[in-house]
Nanobody, 123 residues
Framework: QVQLVESGGGSVQAGGSLRLSCTASRFTYSTYCMAWFRQTPGKEREGVAAIHSNGGTRYADSVKGRFTISQDNAKNTLYLQMNSLKPEDTAMYYC?????????????????WGQGTQVTVSS
């Protein structure tokens, strides 16, 4: 079974940057989707960014131009570089993966999830 562990969360002032990492183990897919989601209390999980094994990416409009998703296959690690952070970016951030042909940013598409890492942005 695929296992995902997030890291890199923390507290930062508005305008600052953070880089989240997600390390995958027991991961053997050749064709896959990997994605970042975020959630605050009382709200649905929101898609942030996704990347396909073919290199394609998809971003939520709210983060496009500020966040960049990438991966390092040699390290089995997914990254989310977050720049120009805003207080509304505050959330628990989760990584997810699923075998796929087409790329999706909907949370119910993914079947393996990490435990999450907290990001807090102060004004």
């Amino acid at each position: 079974q695929v296992q995902l562990v997030e890291s890199g969360g923390g507290s930062v002032q508005a305008g600052g940057s953070l880089r989240l990492s997600c390390t995958a183990s027991r991961f053997t897919y050749s064709t896959y989707c990997m994605a970042w989601f975020r959630q605050t209390p009382g709200k649905e999980r929101e898609g942030v960014a996704a990347i396909h094994s073919n290199g394609g990416t998809r971003y939520a409009d709210s983060v496009k131009g500020r966040f960049t998703i990438s991966q390092d296959n040699a390290k089995n690690t997914l990254y989310l570089q977050m720049n120009s952070l805003k207080p509304e970016d505050t959330a628990m951030y989760y990584c997810a993966v699923r075998y796929c042909v087409n790329l999706y940013l909907e949370h119910n598409f993914y079947n393996y999830w990490g435990q999450g890492t907290q990001v807090t942005v102060s004004s």
